[in-house]
Nanobody, 119 residues
Framework: QVQLVESGGGLVQAGGSLTLSCAAPSFILSRFTMGWFRQAPGKEREFVAQSNWNGGATNYANSVKGRFTISRDVANSTIYLQMNNLKPDDTATYYC????????????WGQGTQVTVTS
């Protein structure tokens, strides 16, 4: 069982910043597409950002483009989500996930970390 462990969530005022971290096995970080998703209370889980296996290609949800940055540090077996200019609508549980490059769906998920943005 692949274990992904998120950290870095917390309470922040609107306009502030947070960096989420996701610890993953090194063989995952060096081969898998990694992504961040979030789920707000009463809403479905939604895509936030993803990075291909070498970090050379990234994609973002329109709602976070220009404010969030996904990156990976293979040497430290960690993937990050830098979140700037946070808004109350960003309040959610954030999940790290991984999938094989040609897989249609994410196979491995973390337990999530809570981000709360106050106005």
């Amino acid at each position: 069982q692949v274990q992904l462990v998120e950290s870095g969530g917390g309470l922040v005022q609107a306009g502030g910043s947070l960096t989420l971290s996701c610890a993953a096995p090194s063989f995952i970080l060096s081969r898998f597409t990694m992504g961040w998703f979030r789920q707000a209370p009463g809403k479905e889980r939604e895509f936030v950002a993803q990075s291909n296996w070498n970090g050379g290609a990234t994609n973002y949800a329109n709602s976070v483009k220009g404010r969030f940055t996904i990156s990976r540090d293979v040497a430290n077996s960690t993937i990050y989500l830098q979140m700037n200019n946070l808004k109350p609508d960003d309040t959610a549980t954030y999940y790290c996930a991984g999938r094989r490059a040609f897989s249609a769906s994410y196979e491995h998920w973390g337990q999530g970390t809570q981000v709360t943005v106050t106005s």
